[in-house]
């Protein structure tokens, strides 16, 4: 009932920059929770940055300093600015959504998940 699509993976070279992105649409009362996940080959999937309502983030050691993430309360979106990436950023990512449907009805979605590739 929560459909989000992503946007922005690709191809960068070590040091460079890339911007995701992933809307929500839907019958949607609130946002609680925005977050985004990836997932290297062979490895489990973790979690990178998550976002609140109140605007408290966290984020995964790895990427501290790096990455920033940010949301657009009026659009349903949310933001992963990922600065300075190694290789070993490289992943499927993926934003995940936890909230409230109207009818107070909690949901929970995933993106359908943007290839993120550093390499020379």
């Known amino acids: 009932q929560v459909q989000l699509v992503e946007s922005g993976g690709g191809l960068v070279q070590p040091g460079g920059s890339l911007r995701l992105s992933c809307a929500a649409s839907?019958?949607?009362?609130?946002?609680?929770?925005m977050g985004w996940y990836r997932q290297a080959p062979g490895k489990e999937r973790e979690l990178v940055a998550s976002?609140?309502?109140?605007?408290?983030?966290n984020y995964v050691d790895s990427v501290k300093g790096r990455f920033t993430i940010s949301r657009d309360n009026a659009k349903n979106t949310v933001f992963l600015q990922m600065n300075s990436l190694k290789p070993e950023d490289t992943a499927v990512y993926y934003c995940?959504?936890?909230?409230?449907?109207?009818?107070?009805?909690?949901?929970?979605?995933w993106g359908q998940g943007t290839q993120v590739t550093v390499s020379s």
């Open positions: 995940n959504f936890r909230g409230l449907l109207r009818g107070y009805r909690p949901f929970e979605s």
């Open positions: 976002i609140t309502s109140a605007g408290i983030t």
């Open positions: 839907g019958r949607i009362f609130s946002i609680n929770t």
